[in-house]
C-alpha cells in the first residue's frame, strides 16, 4: 500500500467530534460512562443467563450471544477514542484501521444476524408450541450463532481484504472517531466502484435479508397472537417477544436515521454523530430493555445478586 508519491502508509488521523480542547474532557465523560455502563449492564445479562438453570433455554442462549456481542461492538472503537483524548493524539496505526474496521463490521453483521435468529426462535415458540424443543435442539442453537459468525466473518474479512488493495494520496484525515469504511473510500487515489458495490451488496445480504427474515417471522407471530381467544393467552404469547422486538425497532431504527441523515445532509460530522446511536447507544440500552420487560431476567438478577451478596458476606467472615 502506497500514496501517491510511493511513500508508505504509517497511519491514519481520526479528527473525532471536536478540535475545541474544552469539550475533550466532556467527550471523554460522556463516552466512558456510557462505554462502561454497556460492559456491566450486558455483563450482568450473561451472568444471569449462566447462573440461573431456568433460563438454559433457547431464547436466553441467543439473548446471552447478543449481549456478548453487544460488549464487543463498542470495544472496537470507543477505547480506542479515549485513549486518543487521553494522549491528545489523533492517528490510528495503518494496521490498527484496518484491524478496527474488521472488528466493526464482525460485530455489527454479527448484532444484525442474530436478531433474525432470535425472531426465528419466537416464531417457532408461538407458531410451534408443541414442537419448539424439538425444532430448536441444542446442536441446532450451536449452529445457529455459528452460522451467524462464519457470515460476519466472511463478510468483514472480504471488505477489509478490498480495502487492503486501494491507494491512498496525501490526504489521511478521517472525519469520524473511528476508521469508518465509507470515510477510508474518500480518502482513496483508486477507483472504489467496485468495493461500493460489495458494500451494496453485503448491505442486501446482510441487512434487507435479515429485515425480511424478521417481518416474514413476527408477520407470522401477529397472525398466530390474533388467533388465540382469550385477552390474557394473547398479552401473555406478546409479552415473550416484545423486549426482542423493541431491540429490533432500536437497531433497525438507528441505522436507518444515520444512513438517511449522511445522505440529507452530506456531513461528516452529523454522520459521526448519528453512528454513535446505533454503534454505543444501541448496545447500551439492550440490557435495560430485557431486564424492564422481562420477569424471568429480573428474577435472574435478583438471585444473582442475592449469590453474589452471599458469597460476599461469607469472604469477609
Not at 488493495?165 to 469504511?181: R, V
Not at 429480573?298 to 438471585?303: E, N
Amino acid at each position: 500500500m502506497e500514496r501517491g508519491n510511493d511513500t508508505p502508509i504509517s497511519e491514519f488521523l481520526l479528527l473525532g467530534f471536536s478540535d475545541e480542547p474544552a469539550l475533550q474532557p466532556l467527550i471523554f465523560g460522556i463516552f466512558i460512562s456510557m462505554y462502561l455502563t454497556t460492559v456491566l449492564g450486558n455483563l450482568l445479562i450473561i451472568m444471569a443467563v449462566i447462573s440461573d438453570l431456568h433460563l438454559h433455554t433457547p431464547m436466553y442462549f441467543f439473548l446471552s450471544n447478543l449481549s456478548l456481542v453487544d460488549i464487543c461492538f463498542p470495544s472496537t472503537t470507543i477505547p480506542k477514542m479515549l485513549v486518543n483524548i487521553l494522549t491528545q493524539s489523533k492517528s490510528i496505526t495503518y494496521a490498527g484501521c484496518i484491524t478496527q474496521m474488521y472488528f466493526f463490521l464482525l460485530f455489527a453483521g454479527l448484532d444484525d444476524i442474530l436478531l433474525t435468529v432470535m425472531a426465528y426462535d419466537r416464531f417457532v415458540a408461538i407458531c410451534h408450541p408443541l414442537h419448539y424443543m424439538v425444532i430448536m435442539n441444542p446442536r441446532l442453537c450451536g449452529l445457529l450463532v455459528l452460522v451467524s459468525w462464519i457470515m460476519s466473518a466472511l463478510n468483514s474479512l472480504l471488505q477489509s481484504i478490498m480495502v487492503l488493495q486501494l491507494s491512498f494520496c496525501t490526504d489521511f484525515e478521517i472525519a469520524h472517531y473511528f476508521c469508518e469504511i465509507q470515510q477510508v473510500f474518500q480518502l482513496a487515489c483508486s477507483d472504489t466502484f467496485l468495493n461500493n458495490m460489495v458494500i451494496y451488496f453485503a448491505a442486501m445480504l446482510l441487512g434487507a435479508g435479515p429485515l425480511t427474515g424478521i417481518i416474514y417471522s413476527y408477520s407470522k407471530i401477529m397472525s398466530s397472537i390474533c388467533g388465540i381467544p382469550s385477552a390474557q393467552g394473547k398479552y401473555k404469547a406478546f409479552s415473550t417477544c416484545a423486549s426482542h422486538l423493541s431491540v429490533v425497532f432500536l437497531f433497525y431504527g438507528t441505522v436507518l436515521g444515520v444512513y438517511l441523515s449522511s445522505a440529507a445532509t452530506h456531513s461528516s460530522n452529523s454522520s459521526a454523530a448519528a453512528s454513535v446511536m446505533y454503534a454505543v447507544v444501541t448496545p447500551m440500552l439492550n440490557p435495560f430493555i430485557y431486564s424492564l420487560r422481562n420477569k424471568d431476567i429480573k428474577r435472574a438478577l435478583r438471585r444473582f445478586y442475592g449469590m453474589a451478596g452471599t458469597k460476599g458476606t461469607i469472604i469477609l467472615r
